[in-house]
């Protein structure tokens, strides 16, 4: 009876992050303002200048977390720096920060630290040796290796998108942690599922700008027994300034922290993918063959998702809607699609349309769609096609495909 009554309430919270976060034709039409872009909260945490810090590059044995999230290209937009990352993220605010917790890695101290994107540096906010946070994620030893835990940063993603930012945090977590998974495999390693507690993200010095939304273990239980950190780390805010949306930071605040492992399929040129993959901007539907199509559309996806392809240009297939593999609508959708996705132009030119739907409108199908975009963006660009995430879309208009929630989109085409 109480599991039941959690349900509908856990149902009821969910239907209302949905309302609260659809968009609608007047919601758009009343959003077409300019931002200030020099107003954008700053993209990168900084630990003050006084924190030890190390290279990442000295360390070859840490090559995996360096390629877990790092900067693939710089240029310069109106006389400021424009960064973007191995992964994707919406309106590219990338509203995540990585810490670590390293326990008996041969020349660094045990400590943890702070991923430091910007500088490829590891910062340490404080040195451990018989305490830990092995107590708040499930362990009563040590654990030799490394901790991961990946934090969500609202106003970075909120100051441009207000309470839709809600879905596009966990969808960018969804990318980053297959992302985060995909390297580990590589790099020869595994990962451990651990357990998280509720007291994490204020031991580890964090306050309702950000919160922490998965944890993972690349390493082993030690023999040693472990005390819990006497003190919480220091708190430093994650943005040079914040303003609080209430419902969403209250909402982030109810979701537990995703635990669960992803399983990407890892090609030989990984390195390759992670430093050139790009999201398309435009599309040449002559440039992708049909073999391509058949190959993506073989990508598993996470059970809790349902998956609708649009093929909108292809050599000998069938042009429709296919579900597990088979045209189950036959047309060409191309501008219904389009319109769906908020007329984005350069849609119209791509050869198809992913559609992530599901029953359950939760923080964890957000993620796992973000896990299988993240699949479908590193299998173009193995395969030498375009791929773009597409979070904008009018929602109650997709109810004519499925009769679940649409989650994300993914436009896929020949590269330019
Ligand atoms: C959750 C999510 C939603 C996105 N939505 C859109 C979108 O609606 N339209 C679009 O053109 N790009 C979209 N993108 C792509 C981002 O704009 C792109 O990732 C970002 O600008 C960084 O560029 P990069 O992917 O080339 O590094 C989305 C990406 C993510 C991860």
Not at 44 to 64: E, I, N, Q, T
Request: include cysteine; proline fraction near 4%.
């Amino acid at each position: 009876m109480r599991s039941n009554s959690l349900q509908i309430a856990t149902y009821l919270t969910n239907c209302a992050v949905r309302e609260q976060t659809l968009l609608t034709r007047e919601w758009v039409a009343a959003k077409q303002t300019f931002l200030d872009w020099d107003s954008q909260p700053s993209l990168f945490k900084h630990y003050p200048h006084f924190c030890y810090r190390v290279r990442l590059g000295d360390y070859p044995s840490l090559a995996w977390l360096r390629e877990t999230r790092c900067i693939t290209d710089e240029h310069t937009v109106a006389q400021k720096p424009y960064r973007r990352l191995n992964v994707p993220s919406a309106g590219n605010l990338h509203p995540l920060e990585i810490y670590v917790q390293i326990r008996n890695i041969t020349g660094l101290l045990s400590g943890i630290y702070h991923l430091d994107v910007l500088h490829e540096e590891l910062v340490m906010i404080r040195e451990i040796a018989g305490e830990g946070i092995e107590p708040y994620v499930g362990m009563e030893k040590r654990f030799n290796g490394v901790i991961v835990m990946i934090s969500l940063v609202p106003f970075r993603s909120s100051w441009k998108y207000g309470l839709r930012a809600w879905r596009y945090l966990y969808l960018d977590l969804g990318h980053q942690i297959d992302a985060l998974y995909a390297s580990i495999r590589h790099f020869g390693m595994s990962c451990t599922k651990l357990s998280v507690n509720e007291k994490l993200n204020a031991i580890m010095g964090l306050g309702a700008d950000e919160v922490i939304g998965a944890v993972y273990g690349v390493g082993e239980l030690g023999e040693r027994s472990v005390k819990p950190l006497s003190l919480p780390l220091m708190h430093v805010q994650p943005t040079d300034y914040t303003q609080t949306l209430e419902p969403l930071t209250a909402s982030l605040a109810e979701v537990g922290i995703y635990t669960e492992i992803a399983t990407p399929i890892v090609y030989e040129d990984f390195l390759k993918i992670n430093h050139t993959r790009r999201s398309a901007r435009e599309f040449n539907p002559e440039g992708m063959s049909d073999t391509v199509i058949q190959e993506l559309m073989s990508i598993p996806a996470a059970v809790s998702l349902e998956i609708g392809i649009f093929v909108f240009q292809a050599y000998s297939m069938q042009l429709g809607l296919y579900r597990n593999g088979k045209c189950a609508v036959s047309g060409n959708f191309n501008s219904e699609i389009v319109h769906l996705l908020l007329d984005q132009r350069f849609i119209s030119g791509s050869n198809m349309v992913v559609l992530i739907f599901a029953e359950n409108f939760c923080a964890q199908t957000h993620i796992e769609a973000g896990n299988y975009a993240q699949e479908l963006y590193v299998a173009c660009e193995h395969h030498n096609a375009g791929c773009s995430g597409i979070g904008a879309f009018y929602d109650d208009e997709a109810l004519r495909w499925s009769d679940k929630a649409l989650l994300y989109a993914v436009a896929i085409g020949g590269k330019v």
